[in-house]
């Protein structure tokens, strides 16, 4: 199977949880230490290979478009002054790598928002990566790992990859829960799960359920590898949970025709997207770069 260099990044969410930040400046801007947030979700797509990046926004958003292009007016500014190292600094994205803006329209939903990316993703398959969820950038090579081994393992097998953590009891309503295929022992999971990264067959998710439903403790992290089918199942996904059009309802219609697996995570993730660990994420962060 071919190279994956295709990725999608949904940044269209208002950030309620994150105002008053986020009311005038989009929350994947908002500063992680000294670089905003999507900065390293870029970086960290880049570090596995990906070569062209599609943002899905909405009209507010245009500021992170403007983030990732060339200022050239302070470019030229700064080189006026002698400050080429701060201008280059400023340059960091690689020369073969594409940034591309489009925009979702109407906010139905995190599966709404992948399929928007369709005309420019086109035939290809393609990793999605969530900008609240910032992998730990500071600990040897995790920030590639995860997404390098699921990359590989969808190139080598052509299951679609899920990248899911064991959470706590009180965390599973917050995320999409993994049904694990029944003949999959959890217990080798878990084990596994801080030592390598490790990929298993998947039954289903479930989406935000309550502790009662919940399969597993095993939740969607934020970054999936994806056969370019799911852009099939996902243009006939009707709104379920919260009334908007779910990635999770989509996966499950290709894990029937397709085969999906979860790869278990290495390393720490942080959710930007949620006041009480965006702060502690920030905290982190900063004391990395002091
Ligand atoms: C989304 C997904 C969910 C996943 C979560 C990870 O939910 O729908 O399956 O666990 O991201 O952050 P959201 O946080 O957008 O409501």
């Given at each position: 199977m071919k190279k994956i260099t295709h990725a999608v990044i949904p940044v269209?969410?208002?950030g309620t949880r994150m105002l008053p930040l986020s009311k005038a400046v989009p929350?994947?801007?908002?500063?992680l230490g000294n670089r905003p947030a999507i900065h390293y979700v870029v970086e960290e797509a880049i570090a596995a290979g990906i070569k062209h990046i599609v943002l899905v926004g909405?009209?507010?958003?245009s500021a992170i478009e403007n983030y990732f292009d060339i200022n050239a007016e302070l470019d030229n500014q700064l080189r006026h002054k002698g400050k080429d190292e701060l201008a280059d600094s400023l340059n960091?994205?690689?020369?073969d790598v594409t940034i591309s803006m489009i925009r979702q329209g109407q906010a139905l939903g995190l599966g709404h928002a992948v399929l928007a990316a369709r005309p420019i993703i086109g035939e290809h398959d393609f990793a999605v990566l969530l900008p609240d969820v910032v992998l730990d950038?500071?600990?040897?090579?995790l920030q590639s790992d995860n997404l390098a081994f699921m990359l590989n393992e969808f190139t080598q097998n052509g299951y679609s990859q899920i990248l899911v953590d064991k959470v706590a009891d009180e965390e599973v309503s917050k995320y999409g829960i993994a049904k694990l295929s029944a003949d999959t022992n959890f217990e080798d999971i878990t084990t596994d799960i801080t030592t390598v990264n490790a990929s298993f067959k998947v039954a289903g998710f479930v989406e935000k359920p309550s502790l009662a439903d919940a399969p597993s403790r095993l939740a969607v992290v934020g970054r999936y590898v994806f056969s370019n089918r799911i852009f099939d199942y996902l243009a006939n996904t009707k709104a379920s949970v919260g009334g908007e059009i779910q990635l999770t309802d989509a996966i499950d219609a290709l894990i029937s025709q397709q085969g999906v697996e979860v790869t278990t995570m290495l390393g720490n993730s942080y959710d930007a997207g949620d006041m009480q660990s965006y702060m502690q994420a920030f905290i982190y962060f900063a004391q990395q770069q002091l």
């Open positions: 269209a969410g208002f929350k994947e801007l908002l500063p909405h009209a507010q958003k960091w994205l690689p020369k950038p500071f600990t040897t090579d």
